[in-house]
């Protein structure tokens, strides 16, 4: 895990709408989602990674977000930004990912995380050391919507407005989330 800390710059409105046409037009559609796909993977597959942990699971999860925008892209209409509405279906592919896992093992979410960042020491595609290990086992200690905040702000650098369109909620309760956020795990790291 150790491009966690990805920059994200989505594209600027006149790019995004023409890029948004040519995938609406049945003739360009597949030349436009090959791009589509180019320019957003890695930034979605950091994303989803920082959710559910695991490598596998977060090519998984990347492949059924990539489905679903194609079979859906005639449907968006353009009401938020492109890429807030490719967050948001990842965000939420990631939540019932992880709810799948949970009641699949029979298990409780709170559990399921604890087992996710267990693995994460295991898990061959983890590149981080024992800080980053402590910061992502501080991290799965926080609320959901308190993780979401954090991981978009802290590692996606995103800006509270871009969240705000993502995750449909006011930027002053995201900043709050986020500050309550830091706090934790700030608290957290010097427990540990």
């Known amino acids: 895990m150790s491009n966690l800390n990805l920059i994200f710059y989505p ?3 006149e790019d995004e709408k023409k890029l948004l046409i040519a995938l609406q037009n049945d003739v360009n559609i597949n030349a436009a989602f090959t791009e589509l796909v180019t320019l957003y993977k890695e930034r979605l597959y950091w994303h989803i990674r920082n959710m559910v942990k695991n490598h596998n699971d977060a090519d998984d999860v990347l492949q059924n977000v990539f489905i679903k925008v194609y079979k859906n892209i005639q449907k968006f209409k353009g009401e938020s930004k492109l890429y807030s509405w490719m967050y948001r279906i990842a965000t939420n592919e990631s939540i019932t990912f992880l709810n799948k896992r949970a009641k699949k093992f029979n298990i409780s979410n709170e559990e399921l995380k604890q087992q996710l960042i267990d693995n994460l020491e295991s898990d061959v595609y983890f590149e981080g050391d024992e800080i980053q290990l402590k910061l992502q086992k501080a991290i799965a200690t926080l609320p959901p919507k308190q993780q979401q905040v954090f991981n978009m702000k802290y590692f996606q650098e995103l ?10 909620t006011s930027e002053g309760a995201l900043k709050a989330s986020y500050h309550l956020a830091s706090k ?9």
Not at 159 to 168: A, D, G, M, P
Request: glycine share 0%; aromatic share 10%.
């Open 11 to 13: 594209l600027n409105t």
């Open 159 to 168: 800006k509270y407005q871009e969240i705000s369109e993502i995750l449909e």
């Open 184 to 192: 934790k795990i700030e608290a957290f790291l010097k427990a540990n």
